[in-house]
T-cell receptor, first 117, second 112 residues
Framework: DTAVSQTPKYLVTQMGNDKSIKCEQNLGHDTMYWYKQDSKKFLKIMFSYNNKELIINETVPNRFSPKSPDKAHLNLHINSLELGDSAVYFC????????????????FGPGTRLTVL | KQEVTQIPAALSVPEGENLVLNCSFTDSAIYNLQWFRQDPGKGLTSLLLIQSSQREQTSGRLNASLDKSSGRSTLYIAASQPGDSATYLCAVNGGATNKLIFGTGTLLAVQP
């Protein structure tokens, strides 16, 4: 019954590798997001998609490429992983999205802890 | 540029005490403000959402207030319990792109 799910939960990989994180929401929401939580626990937006259309790209290196095959899924592919990419990546979704509705509540997944060695 | 600050950074209280967590933001042009809790190694759980037109929201022992003009929100937790121990995050939604700007969080420990 998980509303927003992510796989994998943990990801350990070597520098230079390419990896993907998957996210799915079963809430019927129109908008999905990727956030990054750094080692100091600070959360920052990376991307958002509304109905498969990219809305936010928050000056993230182009090694990060989000892909939304449909509005229930938003995947994150990372090329040429670097040590600084180690973080927890959270997927989220909301019903209304970029129209900025005041009642638009965001729901988060459990996170994917990425460790680059 | 919107900046969100939370005070205190950490708080330890005995069980049963009422407590207040503070959140301040620099740009009052927001659509809403959300309070979350994050347990260690877990995701974020949405606690309350206050729309820009609202002054407060309540859920159980939690009450959140919003004063847009002064750029402040508070989260009041009544009769705290050890199970309330977590990091509490506030986040403001201030633009058409609907991104949340997060505060730095308050780490709460409720001692039995």
């Amino acid at each position: 019954d998980t509303a927003v799910s992510q796989t994998p939960k943990y990801l350990v990989t070597q520098m230079g590798n390419d990896k993907s994180i998957k996210c799915e929401q079963n809430l019927g929401h129109d908008t999905m997001y990727w956030y990054k939580q750094d080692s100091k626990k600070f959360l920052k937006i990376m991307f958002s998609y509304n109905n498969k259309e990219l809305i936010i790209n928050e000056t993230v290196p182009n090694r990060f490429s989000p892909k939304s095959p449909d509005k229930a899924h938003l995947n994150l592919h990372i090329n040429s992983l670097e040590l600084g990419d180690s973080a927890v990546y959270f997927c989220a979704s909301s019903q209304f999205g970029f129209n900025g509705r005041s009642k638009d509540e965001q729901f988060f997944g459990p996170g994917t802890r990425l460790t680059v060695l | 540029k919107q900046e969100v600050t939370q005070i205190p950074a950490a708080l330890s209280v005995p069980e049963g005490e009422n407590l207040v967590l503070n959140c301040s933001f620099t740009d009052s042009a927001i659509y809403n403000l959300q309070w979350f809790r994050q347990d260690p190694g877990k995701g974020l759980t949405s606690l309350l959402l206050i729309q820009s037109s609202q002054r407060e929201q309540t859920s159980g022992r939690l009450n959140a207030s919003l004063d847009k003009s002064s750029g402040r929100s508070t989260l009041y937790i009544a009769a705290s319990q050890p199970g309330d121990s977590a990091t509490y995050l506030c986040a403001v939604n201030g633009g058409a792109t609907n991104k949340l700007i997060f505060g730095t969080g308050t780490l709460l420990a409720v001692q039995p």
